[in-house]
T-cell receptor, first 114, second 112 residues
């Protein structure tokens, strides 16, 4: 079974600064997908970014980028120019390319301070 | 487009009662899934479906049943509610199993 570990239960950052959230995973699969989801206080789950394991290039979506290290099984999320609206719980997730089951980490609560 | 619609938003049950959590999507997505979210646990997969007529178990399927008679709907049934099923339930869908999933707003369920 796959496991996803987010080692930082809580983090905080000043507005306009950069923050990196960590995620590691354990799998024997070679075909898989990785995601970061954001859950603001509204409780809605929102996709932040997606990465296919076969792609070496790191995914980027505006102020959000990932550092995907396949050999190290690491998938960190960098948020640049942090905004107050980035305050949320962030979940790292792994999808097995064989059975398409999505496994989530326990989340990191990010607070952006003014 | 309404996206993924979950009903009800809140529900209180007594132990032993049954109920169905509804999930509907209007995006013609093939893949649908149910998760539960408990404090400190992240989201855990209950059941999923890769298309109409096809369902499979996730990580925590016990106590829950699903069916997928149409592409649009994927209801989750609790046959005999237990306090351990108190949780927030999310339904999600995607065009295919490889794609990013869209989530509903969630159902907060309390079992007394």
């Amino acid at each position: 079974a796959q496991t996803v570990t987010q080692s930082q239960p809580e983090m905080s950052v000043q507005e306009a600064e950069t923050v990196t959230l960590s995620c590691t995973y354990d799998t024997s699969e070679n075909n898989y997908y990785l995601f970061w989801y954001k859950q603001p206080p509204s409780r809605q789950m929102i996709l932040v970014i997606r990465q296919e394991a076969y792609k070496q290039q790191n995914a980027t979506e505006n102020r959000f980028s990932v550092n995907f290290q396949k050999a190290a099984k690491s998938f960190s999320l960098k948020i640049s120019d942090s905004q107050l609206g980035d305050t949320a719980m962030y979940f790292c997730a792994f999808m097995n390319g064989s059975n398409y089951k999505l496994t989530f980490g326990k989340g990191t609560l990010l607070t952006v301070n003014p | 487009n309404a996206g993924v619609t979950q009903t009800p938003k809140f529900q209180v049950l007594k132990t032993g009662q049954s109920m169905t959590l509804q999930c509907a999507q209007d995006m013609n997505h093939e893949y649908m899934s149910w998760y539960r979210q408990d404090p400190g646990m992240g989201l855990r997969l209950i059941h999923y479906s890769v298309g109409a007529g096809i369902t499979d178990q996730g990580e925590v399927p016990n106590g829950y049943n699903v069916s997928r008679s149409t592409t649009e709907d994927f209801p989750l049934r609790l046959l005999s509610a237990a306090p351990s099923q108190t949780s927030v339930y999310f339904c999600a869908s995607s065009y295919s199993s490889r794609e990013s999933q869209y989530f509903g707003a969630g159902t907060r369920l309390s079992v007394l």
